[in-house]
């Protein structure tokens, strides 16, 4: 037999046989309904997406004061070397109106405060008037991009190039994974000082238009750190004490979870977090650090209070961390029976650029 079909007309099936001539056939029009297509004139732009991501961020996220209880795990490399490792519990309080890491304009704006409670110092920081804890990079240690970041603002949106990658099932739901590029890094596109990149995914739920994952990467605009370094090398001055260094290469990675509460509302999970500085220090020696962390976030219930400072602190520095972990002992009994948080992937691994 042999069949012969085409598009828009129905198959006929002949004998087949041997002919010395031509053969004609006639096909008979046929009708065909597409099953399961739907045609949407809705807009796959990502910058239209992003806006809505906005638009709806008063709905998805909390506005009032939220509080969390959280476990971080830090870790600081010099080339093969382990100088610091620690793990602390705290509380922290993301205040209503809170929307710049900074503060904001002339730092006035309200600011996350945190509450040492429980300390281990797994490796101990081998010159002592180094506090241990101290975060490693600009930027990756924040918690909250929806709420800080500038590419989730009306305002600086138009800042950034953005592309979307593709459209597929996370977490059991249907996100938009938009990438996301600065186009010029200065404080108000980045949110950060002395970036000369800033770029990364969202994935963007399709039903609500949450963010549910974050990814980022700052590259430190090491051209214009190390110009300032060797001019004031030797000065004896404040910003001689404070650019101390000059960097090949100084990057930092960040992963940020969210999920949404019991409320309604989502908030962030885990941040999981990679850093790289490498270069030397002016008149002295080269450096290879590495760092990398975790934090997990456990909502506390609505009206829980934060957590007094130490009495012993003085009040002008009791809001930084690494002071309260000075000032925090280190109870064996709680780290005995206290359950550590699994993270459910790792931070992104950072190299070395190739030169």
Do not use: C
Not at 284 to 292: E, L, N
């Amino acid at each position: 037999m042999v069949q012969v079909s085409s598009i828009g007309y129905e198959p006929i099936a002949l004998a087949a046989q041997p002919s010395a001539g031509k053969l004609t056939l006639r096909l008979a029009p046929a009708a065909f309904a597409l099953a399961n297509v739907r045609v949407s004139a809705q807009s796959q732009d990502p910058k239209r997406i992003m806006k809505k991501v906005i638009q709806a961020a008063e709905t998805n996220y909390e506005q009032e004061d939220y509080l969390a209880q959280v476990y971080s795990h830090r870790r600081i490399s010099n080339f093969d070397t382990v100088q610091t490792e620690l793990e602390y519990v705290s509380q922290m309080l993301e205040p209503a109106g809170y929307r710049h890491r900074d503060g904001g304009f002339l730092m006035a704006g309200p600011l996350t405060k945190r509450r040492v409670q429980e300390k281990h110092v797994a490796i101990q920081p081998a010159d002592s008037t180094k506090p241990a804890g101290l975060p490693i990079g600009s930027g990756a240690e924040t918690a909250d991009p929806v709420r800080t970041s500038p590419l989730f603002k009306s305002a600086t949106l138009g800042k950034y190039v953005l592309r979307l990658d593709t459209i597929q099932q996370y977490a059991g739901v249907t996100v938009y994974v938009i990438n996301f590029a600065v186009k010029r890094a200065t404080h108000r596109s980045t949110g950060n000082y002395l970036e000369k990149s800033y770029s990364g995914k969202v994935y963007v739920r399709q039903d609500d238009y949450a963010v549910v994952r974050y990814e980022a990467l700052w590259q430190f605009d090491t051209v214009r750190y190390n110009s300032v370094s060797r001019k004031y090398y030797g000065r004896n001055n404040q910003i001689s004490r404070l650019y101390t260094e000059v960097f090949t290469d100084n990057r930092s990675a960040n992963i940020v979870l969210y999920e949404k509460g019991s409320n309604g509302r989502y908030h962030t999970a885990v941040s999981l977090f990679q850093s790289l500085a490498i270069g030397r220090k002016l008149g002295g020696k080269p450096f290879y650090y590495q760092g990398s962390g975790e934090e997990h976030f456990t909502s506390l219930p609505v009206g829980t209070q934060l957590l007094p400072v130490n009495p012993k602190i003085d009040p002008r520095i009791a809001e930084f961390v690494h002071v309260q972990l000075q000032h925090t002992p280190y109870r064996p009994e709680f780290w005995g029976s206290y359950q550590r948080p699994v993270p459910t992937e790792s931070a992104p691994e950072l190299e070395a650029t190739k030169k």
